[in-house]
């Protein structure tokens, strides 16, 4: 989780993805991009909402069935709050549970051990399954064309069997 400056959140993603891609393109000698979907943000404005994102983050590797217990995944910043830090800033964390640190770090602990149903960024997608007639009709009233008429091979049937095939995926995915 980043707290956002002066600069937005988006622009230093879009920042350190391109200069990485850029890097990893040159060095296995490849182009095109590496991630499948844009960079998802979405505002925390309540200290409980804050609080319940910290516990998906840490909870997330446990919930995928990479690891047991918490401490153990090592890409977490969760050990780093009952040490000292050498990465994030953990006292804004950790005073919103007591002002004593030992007493701060033990409710962060027991917070971040607590069965849970958090959810964060979870989006919901609705999938239909498109019958071929479905998709024919789609094609028809989309392209003005039927979809038989899609097998001929000329330069424009397949810029529209792109079309199509684009057109399917996108409903598939976001139907």
């Known amino acids: 989780m980043l707290k956002e400056g002066k600069e937005p959140l988006e622009q230093i993603m879009r920042r350190i993805s391109g200069s990485y891609v850029y890097w990893y393109n040159k060095k296995y000698e490849r182009v095109g991009t590496l991630f499948q979907d844009r960079f998802k943000s979405e505002p925390v404005e309540t200290e409980s909402y804050f609080l319940t994102v910290i516990r998906y983050i840490h909870q997330n590797p446990i919930k995928a069935g990479i690891i047991r217990n918490i401490k153990d995944y090592r890409w977490s910043s969760y050990r780093e709050y009952s040490v000292t830090p050498k990465i994030i800033d953990k006292e804004y964390v950790l005073k919103i549970f007591a002002k004593d640190n030992d007493i701060a770090i033990e409710l962060f602990i027991k917070f971040n051990k607590k069965n849970n149903n958090d959810e964060c960024l979870e989006i919901k997608e609705k999938k239909k399954n498109i019958s071929d007639d479905e998709l024919r009709q789609i ?16 330069k424009e ?3 529209i069997n792109f079309i199509v095939d684009k057109t399917f995926y996108t409903l598939y995915n976001h139907i």
Not at 140 to 153: D, I, S
Request: aromatic content about 10%; overall charge positive; glycine content about 0%.
């Open 139 to 154: 094609i028809k009233n989309q392209f003005k064309v039927e979809a038989w008429t899609l097998q001929n091979e000329s």
């Open 157 to 159: 049937k397949k810029e």
